[in-house]
């Protein structure tokens, strides 16, 4: 966390609301604002930078979960009230969405007597208000427009990005940039603060350059739709709502499904993945319905596992690949992602049931790092669906050990190859396994699960040539394929 000495000023006398802006919510409502452990991280943030414990505060949520009533309204109100004799000043992508928080404050002030300050007499413009008796005051603004002569104690952004045509748009990203640079951050007043609160879009959006340049001089809350690791800042469990009283997992669901993979990952997990990536390209994908794609020649479960276990290991990457028949032999056509984050015990079951409903031929997994291992975990699976009458009376598919003799990216290449010939098609959308093969950037040091397995799989249903090492079993199993 980054840490200032604490600024002098004159503490008022407390009163009610006046411990946090969530708390001056409640007061002033009667309680009838909302209020979640994800709003209660930005209500400390806001009394550390009133406190002069921080100045600089980046808040990445998903849309509608309260982050910009919270920050650059009641925020900033409460920061008035803790602070009349400073300066604030709201930012956003358009001057009218700015405005409307100016209005919304103004009309807070000029409604109640209980915030113990009040605007100059003929205060009224929403994009400027004075407070009686001080220099403090409110500008609000939109980004690109200027602040001359407009200094700041308080600079707060919200929504620099206004949507997915403007976040993809190098000019746009590089004008936001140059105004944080050269506009905003010149007019802070020494000691000033800067809140960032926004949705991410972009990897190279505002947030994301900030991160890249100066992430250690600012205290970032990174708060995912689902959580995704052990140290969420919530303390969740993955796969937990970040505010489940109001959007449930199912609501979530129906979200992803609506707005597709790439969208979910940058403006609810806050994970913005590049639309190109240096291997696989997001326009060479096809997809396909089962009438398209016909009946299959031979199907395989990949199995791509996680080395480590626990909390922080990597997913198991489990996806289910097919060859077409007759006329479309040549082709490769990916049936789902299974992946899971899981014990071998876990990740062996997956793999297993994947292959009972898809009635693989083969669960084929990497032999360079723990074939003998994997092999061990998908037999023991297998008995143990088998004890529990799951199989269906399928046979165990082969357990094919393919030999990887060279690196990811050469790999990665001839599937690449595929893709863009139109020779490999996914049926339905795999938002999560998509988004990753187009933010892989063919480097050597990453190991992308789902993409890692999807490669091998492919590569085996239309035998590109690595060295097989498979069972007796699948010797027979596979003989008249």
Known sequence: MFELAAREFEDPEPGPGDASPGALAAHITHGREMQARHLDLIDQAFVDIAGGLTDRVAIFMPPRRGKSRRAARWGALWYLRRHPERRVVIA???????????????????????????????????????????????????IGGGLTGKGADLLIIDDPVKDRKDADSPTIR??????????????????????????RWHEDDLGGRILAREAEQWRVLTLPELAESSDDLLGRERGTPLWPDRYDLAADMRIRKSIGGRSWNALYQQRPAAPEGAVFKRAWFRWCTEADMGPLSLTAVSVDPAITDGDD??????????????????????????????????WGRAACLAAIDYRADALVVEDNQGGQMTAFVLRTAWQKLESERRTRGMPMPAIV??????????????????????????????????????????????????????????????????RVRSSRMGDRRLAAR
Request: proline fraction near 3%; charge should be negative; charged fraction near 30%.
């Open 92 to 142: 956003s992508y358009a001057a009218g969405l700015a405005e409307e928080h100016g209005r919304w404050i103004r009309d807070e002030l000029a409604g109640s007597d209980e915030h113990g300050i009040k605007l100059r007499p003929g205060s009224r413009a929403a994009n400027r208000l004075d407070i009686d008796g001080t220099d403090g005051g409110l500008v609000a603004v939109g």
């Open 174 to 199: 590089k004008s936001t940039w140059e105004w944080f640079t050269d506009v905003a951050s010149t007019r802070l007043h020494p000691g000033a603060a800067i809140v960032l609160i926004q949705t």
């Open 313 to 346: 290991a990597d997913d198991t990457g489990i996806i289910v690949v097919g060859r077409g028949s007759g006329d479309r032999r040549d082709d490769a056509f990916v049936l789902a992602d299974r992946t899971v984050h899981d014990s071998p015990a876990g």
């Open 401 to 466: 050990r393919v030999h990887a003799r060279d690196g990811k990216r050469i790999r990665a290449e001839p599937v690449a190859a595929l893709y863009e010939s139109t020779r490999v098609w996914h049926l339905g959308e795999h938002a999560d396994l998509e988004d990753q093969m187009c933010s892989w950037v063919g480097d050597k040091d990453s190991s992308p699960d789902r993409m890692d397995a999807n490669v091998t799989g492919i590569s085996w249903v239309l035998r590109l040539g690595h």
